[in-house]
């Protein structure tokens, strides 16, 4: 049996390469659909990862704690009590990795030449390095005083390169913070620009401004009190045990949602991201299917002749089967191997990401970054090697069946 | 009598004249529906955006669009307005203040961009005056009314008929203050205006922030925002006038690309993803009618030697070979084009929907379906193209035969 095994493998790889432009041109067809549906499937992949992550950062966090109120009106009346003792012990275990809280509310900046509308936000320094806004994005000055500072060392504010651009002010200089205490009276105070900073998602670093957390709760009279609770987890596709966790700890009058709940356009594009790979990967296959059965046809009204005489000296239909199956599989699994590598080691290449700054407006429109990165997923090469194969032979199957139907003795005549 | 030929040799292989088709079918009717969905929806979103609030054009101070403070504005603007009205023969011509001002309610405080608009002209350069859903819109006379996008309203916790107080700067720098009557709340669906943008009349607007007969802008629609060299060339002149005669004043034609660059970068790498991907499906096509053709003219190497020897040339067979693809193609571009069309047609009155789109539409202020646009170029573009690498393709056999001698042929199997 392993004999006859072999022998049927040398057959059928003789009998690929018998007409060899005729399988070379078909092998890179296979070779140039593999290689599109894993290395497209990859670039979307990494558009769709650097969106989401990008999303995570403005947002920030897997997890959000709101008052109930807040997202319909992120007002300082809408703050909650800062979390109780227990609360912090549940935060420091698994699954969650890291969490921060933030006072964030709407205000106005002023400068001696301009004024614009912000969002305030009133950050802990030393927790929120894990989160959004980070050391590295001080392109002058500083980033604010640990908690742990001289209160006249936290008085700074730090704020986004195009706001200092559009207020027409200096690192160093005064501006006018402008928002409201709960009780509806207008509140200001000055604050010294003591750093800035820039950011990749577009317009964020317009619109936000940070300031020590404990100076701004004295500001809007707000002693203890927050606005929303950050919270991280290991890996953001899987949240569902992060959310109840945090949701069977936090008080029950108090919203807690996840980044698919806050942010439904970043986690309705995960999703369609999904089902999108396996479009595409049909749609190519589906091009190349045409080819493929038309190859194959050929390849077995050519050989009628051969056929016939198989049969005639005893092979069984099934046999006929066998062996263009085996034909066709190693056509394929040559295609998948070539094709593979190919893509396997262009996302190799180009691992440190494409350079897009040319469109970068407009990706940044959809949200992704200016520079692509690929995003290899195994479970896609997996796929389509999958819907490769098994749609391959089982389009194979229909010259195989038809050859092995042919009648010897009509077979022999023809010609 | 050639054509014959091609025609019955075709048929000679049904099934596999047909799977070739086939491919050039499945290509095309794609590419047919692909290309009119994507021009569909990039109108959608010029459109949807640029109609909202921005027009197609605005004229502006040359500085204003890098630093939009309110003293670039321009002077004697009303005067401007008449005549680029009068040139373009079009109403669709308004003027617009801005100024950044601090609103107040009873209870809250937040900050807007506050628009100085003309009611009469501003409903033909901008939808909000459709969009009013509570309360009423501006008209020309009025003086201490005020209209505000729906999410700025409900910040503010204000509905119709409540007052506001609006704090902001002059052009000269000192402070401007009015207490104004809320007329009408607007949801445009982009939520960056319902969010930013309140909007008081012109005449209000110049004498709260003592800019008499000054504006920051001139806002102009035209029919189609895809060729706007027309308007250009028209207003042109009249810049160069007030260039001569005020130096002080340096305007400038921005149009909606300069306005708004998302959106046109948006399209342009939307359609770079998708032209690598039609050329791929193109690609294997190809390949598919260059398998197909070859082993058309492997096969009939014996038949073409006694053609030869009868007397045709090389060049004849290879003719014959090419008008073979090109009436496969053909066949192909037919059928894919009609069923492509028939697809889109469809779409073009029912529109199409899908899982997740409300949220796309949402974020880039499209209407909740999506209808395809027809065009005789979006019809027929890439079935051609399948044409032309299906001739392409078929170029390898062919060179197969040039080389083909009489003798030679008649002795293969």
């Given at each position: 049996m392993p004999l006859a095994a072999i022998g049927g493998f040398k057959l059928a790889w003789r009998n690929l390469w018998r007409n060899y432009r005729r399988t070379l041109i078909m092998l890179v067809a296979i070779v140039v659909a593999v290689?599109?549906?894993?290395?497209?499937?990859?670039?979307?992949?990494?558009?769709?990862?650097?969106?989401?992550?990008?999303?995570?950062?403005?947002?920030?966090?897997?997890?959000?704690?709101?008052?109930?109120?807040?997202?319909?009106?992120?007002?300082?009346?809408?703050?909650?009590?800062?979390?109780?003792?227990?609360?912090?012990?549940?935060?420091?275990?698994?699954?969650?990795?890291?969490?921060?809280?933030?006072?964030?509310?709407?205000?106005?900046?002023?400068?001696?030449?301009?004024?614009?509308?912000?969002?305030?936000?009133?950050?802990?320094?030393?927790?929120?390095?894990?989160?959004?806004?980070?050391?590295?994005?001080?392109?002058?000055?500083?980033?604010?005083?640990?908690?742990?500072?001289?209160?006249?060392?936290?008085?700074?504010?730090?704020?986004?390169?195009?706001?200092?651009?559009?207020?027409?002010?200096?690192?160093?200089?005064?501006?006018?913070?402008?928002?409201?205490?709960?009780?509806?009276?207008?509140?200001?105070?000055?604050?010294?620009?003591?750093?800035?900073?820039?950011?990749?998602?577009?317009?964020?670093e317009e619109h936000h401004v940070y300031a020590d957390r404990q100076y701004i709760e004295k500001m809007l009279h707000i002693p203890n009190q927050i606005s929303e609770i950050s919270i991280l987890g290991s890996n953001y596709h899987d949240v569902t045990a992060l959310t109840a966790y945090v949701k069977s700890h936090a008080p029950i009058s108090l919203e807690t949602l996840n980044w698919l709940e806050l942010d439904t356009y970043l986690s309705m594009m995960s999703k369609v991201m999904d089902s999108y790979a396996l479009v595409w990967i049909l749609v190519i296959f589906l091009a190349l299917s045409f080819g493929l059965i038309n190859t194959l046809m050929m390849a077995v009204f050519e050989r009628i002749r051969e056929i016939g005489l198989m049969r005639a000296l005893?092979?069984?239909?099934?046999?006929?089967?066998?062996?263009?199956?085996?034909?066709?599989?190693?056509?394929?699994?040559?295609?998948?191997?070539?094709?593979?590598?190919?893509?396997?080691?262009?996302?190799?290449?180009?691992?440190?990401?494409?350079?897009?700054?040319?469109?970068?407006?407009?990706?940044?429109m959809f949200g992704y970054g200016a520079v692509l990165h690929a995003q290899f997923i195994f479970s896609d090469m997996l796929l389509a090697n999958g819907v490769v194969i098994t749609l391959g032979l089982l389009i194979c199957l229909y010259p195989a069946w038809k050859a092995s139907r042919y009648d010897p003795v009509v077979a022999l005549n023809k010609y | 009598m050639i054509l014959t030929f091609a025609w019955r040799n075709l048929w000679r292989h049904k099934t596999r004249t047909w799977l070739t088709i086939s491919a050039m079918v499945f290509s095309n009717v794609l590419l047919v529906f692909m290309f009119s969905l994507q021009s569909g929806t990039y109108n959608m979103m010029i459109n949807n955006s640029l109609d909202v609030f921005s027009g197609h054009l605005q004229l502006?101070?040359?500085?204003?669009?890098?630093?939009?403070?309110?003293?670039?504005?321009?002077?004697?603007?009303?005067?401007?307005?008449?005549?680029?009205?009068?040139?373009?023969?079009?109403?669709?011509?308004?003027?617009?203040?801005?100024?950044?001002?601090?609103?107040?309610?009873?209870?809250?405080?937040?900050?807007?961009?506050?628009?100085?608009?003309?009611?009469?002209?501003?409903?033909?350069?901008?939808?909000?005056?459709?969009?009013?859903?509570?309360?009423?819109?501006?008209?020309?006379?009025?003086?201490?009314?005020?209209?505000?996008?729906?999410?700025?309203?409900?910040?503010?916790?204000?509905?119709?008929?409540?007052?506001?107080?609006?704090?902001?700067?002059?052009?000269?720098?000192?402070?401007?203050?009015?207490?104004?009557?809320?007329?009408?709340?607007?949801?445009?669906?982009?939520?960056a205006l319902d969010r930013n943008i309140a909007q008081i009349s012109l005449p209000y607007f110049q004498s709260l922030f003592y800019s008499e007969n000054r504006a920051n802008y001139i806002v102009i629609k035209t029919a189609d925002p895809l060729a706007l060299s027309h308007a250009k060339n028209i207003i042109a002149p009249l810049l160069d006038a007030i260039a001569t005669k005020d130096p002080q004043q340096q305007l400038v034609l921005r149009d909606w690309d300069a306005l708004q660059p998302g959106i046109k970068q948006a399209i342009q790498a939307d359609i770079g993803g998708a032209i690598f991907m039609y050329f791929i499906l193109i690609l294997l096509v190809s390949f598919s009618v260059m398998n197909t053709q070859l082993m058309s003219v492997l096969e009939r190497t014996r038949e073409f030697g006694t053609m030869m020897a009868l007397g045709l040339r090389p060049s004849n067979i290879s003719r014959l070979i090419m008008l073979e693809t090109s009436v496969m193609a053909l066949i192909g571009l037919v059928l894919g084009v009609a069923i492509g069309m028939a697809i889109t047609v469809y779409l073009y009155f029912n529109g199409l929907t899908y899982e997740g789109m409300e949220e796309m539409t949402e974020k880039f202020n499209m209407a909740d379906r999506i209808y395809p646009q027809i065009s005789l170029f979006g019809a027929f573009a890439g079935p051609l193209v399948v044409m032309l690498f299906s001739c392409f393709a078929t170029l390898y056999p062919v060179w197969k035969i040039r080389r083909l001698t009489a003798l030679n042929a008649m002795r293969a199997v």
């Amino acid at each position: 049996m392993p004999l006859a095994a072999i022998g049927g493998f040398k057959l059928a790889w003789r009998n690929l390469w018998r007409n060899y432009r005729r399988t070379l041109i078909m092998l890179v067809a296979i070779v140039v659909a593999v290689w599109a549906m894993i290395f497209m499937t990859a670039l979307m992949r990494g558009m769709t990862n650097d969106m989401v992550v990008s999303g995570l950062k403005a947002l920030p966090g897997f997890v959000q704690v709101h008052h109930s109120a807040y997202r319909d009106d992120p007002s300082v009346v809408n703050s909650f009590a800062m979390p109780d003792a227990a609360f912090r012990k549940a935060m420091s275990a698994l699954p969650v990795t890291d969490w921060a809280v933030r006072i964030k509310v709407p205000a106005v900046i002023a400068s001696e030449r301009d004024t614009r509308g912000v969002t305030l936000l009133g950050i802990d320094a030393d927790k929120e390095q894990a989160f959004g806004f980070t050391k590295e994005q001080i392109i002058a000055g500083h980033y604010l005083a640990e908690p742990t500072a001289q209160e006249q060392d936290r008085k700074g504010i730090v704020i986004g390169q195009k706001l200092l651009e559009k207020l027409e002010t200096k690192l160093g200089r005064r501006i006018v913070i402008m928002s409201q205490d709960p009780d509806n009276n207008l509140v200001d105070r000055g604050f010294i620009i003591s750093g800035i900073y820039s950011s990749s998602i577009p317009g964020f670093e317009e619109h936000h401004v940070y300031a020590d957390r404990q100076y701004i709760e004295k500001m809007l009279h707000i002693p203890n009190q927050i606005s929303e609770i950050s919270i991280l987890g290991s890996n953001y596709h899987d949240v569902t045990a992060l959310t109840a966790y945090v949701k069977s700890h936090a008080p029950i009058s108090l919203e807690t949602l996840n980044w698919l709940e806050l942010d439904t356009y970043l986690s309705m594009m995960s999703k369609v991201m999904d089902s999108y790979a396996l479009v595409w990967i049909l749609v190519i296959f589906l091009a190349l299917s045409f080819g493929l059965i038309n190859t194959l046809m050929m390849a077995v009204f050519e050989r009628i002749r051969e056929i016939g005489l198989m049969r005639a000296l005893g092979m069984r239909g099934t046999g006929i089967i066998k062996i263009l199956l085996l034909e066709s599989s190693m056509l394929l699994v040559l295609g998948l191997i070539i094709g593979n590598a190919l893509s396997l080691l262009m996302l190799y290449l180009i691992r440190d990401g494409i350079d897009l700054s040319a469109v970068a407006d407009g990706m940044a429109m959809f949200g992704y970054g200016a520079v692509l990165h690929a995003q290899f997923i195994f479970s896609d090469m997996l796929l389509a090697n999958g819907v490769v194969i098994t749609l391959g032979l089982l389009i194979c199957l229909y010259p195989a069946w038809k050859a092995s139907r042919y009648d010897p003795v009509v077979a022999l005549n023809k010609y | 009598m050639i054509l014959t030929f091609a025609w019955r040799n075709l048929w000679r292989h049904k099934t596999r004249t047909w799977l070739t088709i086939s491919a050039m079918v499945f290509s095309n009717v794609l590419l047919v529906f692909m290309f009119s969905l994507q021009s569909g929806t990039y109108n959608m979103m010029i459109n949807n955006s640029l109609d909202v609030f921005s027009g197609h054009l605005q004229l502006q101070d040359r500085r204003y669009l890098d630093q939009p403070k309110q003293r670039y504005d321009i002077n004697h603007v009303s005067q401007l307005a008449m005549q680029i009205r009068q040139a373009l023969s079009s109403d669709a011509v308004s003027i617009r203040g801005s100024a950044f001002s601090l609103l107040s309610s009873e209870s809250r405080s937040f900050g807007a961009q506050v628009i100085g608009v003309q009611p009469a002209f501003d409903q033909y350069t901008s939808t909000i005056s459709g969009v009013v859903k509570q309360g009423r819109y501006l008209t020309s006379s009025d003086t201490d009314a005020i209209i505000l996008g729906r999410i700025l309203a409900k910040n503010l916790k204000l509905t119709v008929g409540d007052t506001v107080t609006l704090l902001g700067s002059d052009r000269e720098g000192s402070i401007a203050a009015g207490v104004v009557t809320v007329v009408g709340i607007f949801s445009s669906g982009m939520p960056a205006l319902d969010r930013n943008i309140a909007q008081i009349s012109l005449p209000y607007f110049q004498s709260l922030f003592y800019s008499e007969n000054r504006a920051n802008y001139i806002v102009i629609k035209t029919a189609d925002p895809l060729a706007l060299s027309h308007a250009k060339n028209i207003i042109a002149p009249l810049l160069d006038a007030i260039a001569t005669k005020d130096p002080q004043q340096q305007l400038v034609l921005r149009d909606w690309d300069a306005l708004q660059p998302g959106i046109k970068q948006a399209i342009q790498a939307d359609i770079g993803g998708a032209i690598f991907m039609y050329f791929i499906l193109i690609l294997l096509v190809s390949f598919s009618v260059m398998n197909t053709q070859l082993m058309s003219v492997l096969e009939r190497t014996r038949e073409f030697g006694t053609m030869m020897a009868l007397g045709l040339r090389p060049s004849n067979i290879s003719r014959l070979i090419m008008l073979e693809t090109s009436v496969m193609a053909l066949i192909g571009l037919v059928l894919g084009v009609a069923i492509g069309m028939a697809i889109t047609v469809y779409l073009y009155f029912n529109g199409l929907t899908y899982e997740g789109m409300e949220e796309m539409t949402e974020k880039f202020n499209m209407a909740d379906r999506i209808y395809p646009q027809i065009s005789l170029f979006g019809a027929f573009a890439g079935p051609l193209v399948v044409m032309l690498f299906s001739c392409f393709a078929t170029l390898y056999p062919v060179w197969k035969i040039r080389r083909l001698t009489a003798l030679n042929a008649m002795r293969a199997v």
